[in-house]
Protein backbone atom coordinates (compact mmCIF):
# COMPACT_ATOMS: atom_id res chain seq x y z
CA UNK A 1 0.00 0.00 0.00
CA UNK A 2 1.24 3.44 -0.73
CA UNK A 3 0.63 6.81 0.48
CA UNK A 4 0.29 9.80 -1.68
CA UNK A 5 1.67 13.03 -1.12
CA UNK A 6 0.91 16.12 -3.77
CA UNK A 7 2.82 19.38 -3.98
CA UNK A 8 3.64 21.88 -6.38
CA UNK A 9 0.20 23.99 -5.76
CA UNK A 10 0.45 27.79 -4.80
CA UNK A 11 -1.13 31.05 -6.26
CA UNK A 12 -0.71 32.09 -10.21
CA UNK A 13 -1.93 35.03 -12.35
CA UNK A 14 -4.95 33.45 -14.90
CA UNK A 15 -2.59 32.70 -17.98
CA UNK A 16 -0.15 31.31 -16.15
CA UNK A 17 0.99 27.48 -15.58
CA UNK A 18 1.67 25.51 -12.53
CA UNK A 19 3.19 21.39 -12.27
CA UNK A 20 1.38 19.73 -9.74
CA UNK A 21 3.48 16.54 -8.30
CA UNK A 22 2.02 13.45 -6.62
CA UNK A 23 4.95 11.32 -5.11
CA UNK A 24 4.46 8.19 -3.61
CA UNK A 25 5.67 5.84 -0.88
CA UNK A 26 5.85 2.85 0.78
CA UNK A 27 6.11 1.25 -2.27
CA UNK A 28 6.88 1.00 -6.25
CA UNK A 29 3.62 3.41 -7.84
CA UNK A 30 5.18 1.65 -11.27
CA UNK A 31 1.95 -0.80 -11.22
CA UNK A 32 -0.80 2.63 -10.07
CA UNK A 33 -2.56 3.69 -12.16
CA UNK A 34 -3.26 7.50 -10.59
CA UNK A 35 -5.81 10.35 -11.78
CA UNK A 36 -5.64 14.03 -10.61
CA UNK A 37 -9.04 15.23 -9.25
CA UNK A 38 -10.51 18.68 -7.88
CA UNK A 39 -12.91 20.52 -5.71
CA UNK A 40 -14.12 23.87 -5.49
CA UNK A 41 -15.76 25.07 -2.41
CA UNK A 42 -18.74 24.34 -1.99
CA UNK A 43 -18.95 21.89 -5.23
CA UNK A 44 -18.18 18.42 -5.69
CA UNK A 45 -14.76 16.43 -6.21
CA UNK A 46 -14.37 16.28 -10.56
CA UNK A 47 -12.10 14.28 -12.52
CA UNK A 48 -9.32 16.28 -14.17
CA UNK A 49 -6.64 13.55 -15.58
CA UNK A 50 -5.85 10.06 -15.60
CA UNK A 51 -2.81 7.84 -16.46
CA UNK A 52 -2.45 4.29 -16.55
CA UNK A 53 -0.17 2.16 -14.41
CA UNK A 54 2.33 2.39 -18.70
CA UNK A 55 1.35 5.95 -18.95
CA UNK A 56 0.71 5.05 -22.60
CA UNK A 57 -3.14 5.69 -22.03
CA UNK A 58 -4.23 9.02 -20.69
CA UNK A 59 -7.60 11.12 -19.70
CA UNK A 60 -8.93 14.64 -19.52
CA UNK A 61 -11.76 16.17 -18.71
CA UNK A 62 -13.53 18.24 -21.51
CA UNK A 63 -13.05 21.57 -19.37
CA UNK A 64 -9.12 21.00 -19.22
CA UNK A 65 -8.28 19.22 -22.58
CA UNK A 66 -5.59 21.08 -24.54
CA UNK A 67 -4.69 23.28 -21.53
CA UNK A 68 -3.67 20.17 -18.75
CA UNK A 69 -1.35 17.11 -19.14
CA UNK A 70 -0.15 14.26 -17.05
CA UNK A 71 2.70 12.54 -17.34
CA UNK A 72 4.76 9.72 -14.73
CA UNK A 73 8.26 9.11 -13.56
CA UNK A 74 8.10 5.72 -12.20
CA UNK A 75 11.91 5.91 -11.40
CA UNK A 76 10.79 9.25 -9.33
CA UNK A 77 7.72 6.84 -8.21
CA UNK A 78 6.26 10.32 -9.16
CA UNK A 79 2.90 11.67 -11.50
CA UNK A 80 2.78 14.88 -13.10
CA UNK A 81 -0.31 17.03 -13.48
CA UNK A 82 1.00 20.07 -15.75
CA UNK A 83 -1.19 23.35 -16.41
CA UNK A 84 -1.07 25.81 -18.31
CA UNK A 85 -3.48 28.98 -19.22
CA UNK A 86 -4.89 28.85 -15.96
CA UNK A 87 -7.92 29.94 -15.20
CA UNK A 88 -9.67 31.51 -12.36
CA UNK A 89 -12.45 28.51 -12.54
CA UNK A 90 -9.25 26.51 -12.10
CA UNK A 91 -9.36 27.40 -8.50
CA UNK A 92 -9.62 24.08 -6.21
CA UNK A 93 -8.25 22.23 -4.33
CA UNK A 94 -6.32 19.41 -6.57
CA UNK A 95 -6.08 15.27 -5.04
CA UNK A 96 -3.74 12.85 -6.52
CA UNK A 97 -5.32 9.41 -6.48
CA UNK A 98 -4.05 6.00 -6.99
CA UNK A 99 -5.29 1.97 -7.79
CA UNK A 100 -3.00 -1.17 -8.42
CA UNK A 101 -4.15 -1.85 -11.79
CA UNK A 102 -2.36 -3.00 -14.47
CA UNK A 103 -5.40 -1.78 -16.96
CA UNK A 104 -5.51 0.25 -20.37
CA UNK A 105 -8.15 2.40 -19.05
CA UNK A 106 -7.51 5.78 -17.29
CA UNK A 107 -10.43 5.78 -14.46
CA UNK A 108 -12.23 9.09 -14.27
CA UNK A 109 -14.48 8.35 -11.19
CA UNK A 110 -13.86 8.66 -7.49
CA UNK A 111 -15.08 5.22 -6.95
CA UNK A 112 -12.10 3.17 -8.40
CA UNK A 113 -9.14 4.78 -6.44
CA UNK A 114 -8.96 3.38 -3.41
CA UNK A 115 -5.54 5.89 -2.69
CA UNK A 116 -5.76 9.45 -2.02
CA UNK A 117 -3.34 12.18 -1.18
CA UNK A 118 -4.28 15.13 1.35
CA UNK A 119 -4.36 17.60 -1.40
CA UNK A 120 -2.94 20.83 -3.06
CA UNK A 121 -4.25 24.56 -2.76
CA UNK A 122 -4.36 25.92 -6.30
CA UNK A 123 -5.68 29.60 -6.41
CA UNK A 124 -5.87 31.17 -10.14
CA UNK A 125 -6.20 35.00 -9.70
CA UNK A 126 -8.16 37.08 -12.50
Known amino acids: QVQLGESGGGLVQAGGSLRLSCTAS????????TGWFRQAPGKEREFVAA????????SYADSVKGRFSIARDNAKNTVYLIMNSLKPEDTAIYYCAARNVQSTVAATTTSTYPYWGQGTQVTVSS
Open 51 to 58: ITWSGRVT
Open 26 to 33: GGSFSTYG
